[in-house]
């Protein structure tokens, strides 16, 4: 059991010295939710083309609640009503996708959650870090926004660079450590000490709880890391 | 020959205890780095809920900043996990 915990399927396309690496389970669960959530968006939105005075139909109502529940919790973050109109898409699909790839991993044979790769989390959160750049540059212009960087003092510009790095640093191995550890919990659970309903109960609480949780917390920093640069 | 022999023996026990303290390294990592920001997630638990109890009404932002602030905390714990799996997996 041990030998197979960090074991993956790994596809090598050597270029030239260097080689790419592909993490095949990993790809094929994320372009499954991405196919998924696309369908599920279109296929949504062909249920909204009603008049105002019907009765607001199954689909209508389903997404009226979900928008309006980010829009409560994700976009009550942001500081001003403009900044949160702009970014709320943006960060409402993050968290679909990170709550949808977090919840894929209870699909057995898929190989755990696509999240328990390091390269996912880390992606995400490389795209939260130069999203946040481009909004605050787009405020305060980009040279405002690089001279901002340089205070209050020119000789902390490095520490700014490394508070950089560490929050994306964080930000990422949040996400990846904490569905690593429950799948490293399933994994035993459901190998070596009690196969039966254990494991059931975990994958509730691990995938589909815990997964929850840890999707609203991956967007909710993403809104204050933004938010923050922002008003810096 | 039997001074080989005590050379393999020796270096044998020496890599079982290198063996031992890796094992020993990442379980107390684990628990002591489990340990420590539990107290600290119990913390901010016990004040969110004491604010809550004192102004219902700002129950929301005071649950979203909890959360936020576990998460925050998590990572520490989150670090131990990652140098725990570094340890048994890695060195």
């Not at chain 1, 640093?169 to 035993?188: K, P, Q």
């Not at chain 2, 925050?72 to 140098?83: D, K, N, Q």
């Amino acid at each position: 059991m041990d030998e197979h915990l960090g074991e993956r399927l790994v596809l090598n396309v050597p270029l030239g010295s260097l080689s790419l690496r592909f993490n095949l389970m990993t790809m094929i669960a994320s372009w499954v939710v991405m196919v998924l959530l696309i369908v599920l968006a279109l296929s949504l939105r062909r249920g909204l083309r009603q008049t105002i005075e019907e009765k607001p139909n199954r689909a209508q109502a389903m997404v009226d609640a979900v928008v309006g529940l980010l829009q409560s919790q994700l976009g009550a973050g942001f500081s001003s009503e403009r900044l949160a109109r702009e970014l709320l898409p943006f960060v409402g699909t993050l968290f679909l996708f990170v709550l949808f790839l977090n919840w894929i991993s209870v699909v057995p044979y898929l190989g755990g959650a696509p999240t328990e790769d390091l390269n996912i989390p880390i992606s995400l959160a490389v795209m939260v870090l130069v999203m946040s750049h481009v909004v605050a540059s787009r405020v305060h212009g980009v040279g405002g926004h690089v001279r901002g960087l340089f205070k209050p003092f020119a000789f902390l510009f490095p520490l700014h660079l490394l508070a950089e790095l560490g929050r994306t640093t964080s930000h990422s191995f949040r996400l990846f450590g904490n569905l690593f550890g429950g799948g490293i919990l399933i994994a035993v659970f459901s190998t070596a000490l009690v196969p039966l309903v254990v494991p059931v109960g975990l994958n509730l609480f691990f995938g589909l709880f815990a997964g929850l949780i840890q999707a609203f917390v991956f967007a909710m920093l993403a809104v204050i890391y933004i938010n923050n640069l922002v008003n810096e | 020959m039997l001074q080989n022999v005590q050379d393999v023996a020796s270096q044998a026990a020496q890599s079982a205890q290198v063996l031992g303290f890796k094992y020993l390294g990442a379980a107390l990592c684990m628990a002591i780095g489990g340990m420590v920001p539990a107290f600290g997630e119990a913390q901010i638990v016990i004040r969110a809920i004491d604010g809550m109890a004192r102004q219902p009404e700002i129950e929301g932002a005071l649950f979203r900043a909890m959360i936020v602030g576990q998460s925050i905390l998590e990572t520490i714990a989150i670090y131990c996990l990652i140098v725990s799996i570094i340890l048994l997996l890695v060195v």
